[in-house]
């Protein structure tokens, strides 16, 4: 009997420049070991869905994937919604934020944090 445990990949990539800033904010909030970043989709905005990213623990019918040593979390039943995706984060005079590229979005709105399936 094999006591390896299978890690899953995760289904969407982190930028270096993503991964620098969540990185540093992981520091700046001083989170612990239980709290790894959450990426996920809801329903609303102008498009029919928004992303979620944000900090939290883990939850019932979570995924735990960890990306260059970043834990993150999201639900099994996003990743419909999210498989491919990559995040990236701007810091430029014009625009500063994370950014979604979303290969499983038919639409996006203006705010680039809404999208149609």
Known sequence: MSTEIAI???P????DGAKREIRKLIQQQE???DYGLRLGVEGGGCAGMNY???FDQQKD??????????????HKAHGLY??????????????RGFTFSNPNASSTCGCGTSFSA
């Open 8 to 10: 899953a990949e995760a």
């Open 31 to 33: 989170l612990g070991e």
């Open 61 to 74: 019918g979570d995924q735990e994937f960890f990306i260059d040593g970043i834990k993150v979390f999201m």
């Open 82 to 95: 999210l498989a491919g995706m990559q995040v990236d984060f701007q810091d430029g005079l014009n625009a």
């Open 12 to 15: 969407v990539t982190l930028t």
């Open 52 to 54: 979620i990213l944000g």
